[in-house]
Each structure stands twice: as structure tokens, then as C-alpha cells.
């Protein structure tokens, strides 16, 4: 891994924290999951260990159930995409 790619990991993991707002949202979410995917496959490879462990990583479901998207997440949501996150910080502080 250069240190542009390990640059760059250590950035979106400082990115964590901003996505854990009071109402987190689904978009930056999912731009965000997909931005550090590319990083991965760019820096490790598509079959990777690295991009596969992270892709395991269970991130919340903003659609799940027909949940209508303009509706305020509930605490135990809201608890479900922190707790994503902070399995995805682990994951991606493993690999920098």
C-alpha cells in the first residue's frame, strides 16, 4: 500500500465521526461506504482480504420494511448505523 492509500484510509476513518450526526443520512452514507470500497479495490484488489472483509461490514438498511425515506430514524436505528460504522472504523483501522 502506498502511503496515499493508507492517507486516504486514515481519512475516511476520520470520516466516521461526521457520519454519526444526530440524523445520519442515507446518501452520505452510501457514498462514503462506496468511496472507501474503491480505495480498497484500488489499493489491495478486487479479491482481496481487505475489500471482502469489509464488505461484510453490516451496515443499516435504510429501506428495509418499506421505511419511508423523509421519516426521522428511531434511537435503535440510529444505534444500528453507529454500530455499522463503528465496525467498519475497526475494520478500516486494521488495514492502515
Known amino acids: 500500500m502506498t502511503p496515499e ?20 443520512e442515507e446518501k452520505k452514507l452510501k457514498d462514503w ?11 489491495f484488489g478486487k479479491s ?4 471482502s472483509r469489509f464488505r461484510r461490514v453490516r451496515f443499516f438498511d435504510f ?7 423523509d421519516r426521522p430514524l428511531t434511537e435503535a436505528e440510529r444505534r444500528e ?5 463503528d465496525e467498519a472504523k475497526r475494520a478500516l483501522s486494521q488495514f492502515v
Not at 492509500?5 to 445520519?24: G, H, N, T, Y
Open 33 to 43: 461506504k462506496n468511496d472507501v470500497e474503491k480505495k480498497l479495490e484500488d489499493a
Open 5 to 24: 492509500d493508507r492517507s486516504k484510509l486514515q481519512s475516511f476513518v476520520a470520516d466516521i465521526e461526521k457520519l454519526k450526526s444526530r440524523s445520519p
Open 48 to 51: 482481496s482480504e481487505q475489500l
Open 81 to 85: 448505523v453507529f454500530a455499522g460504522l
Open 63 to 69: 429501506t428495509r420494511g418499506g421505511r419511508p425515506a
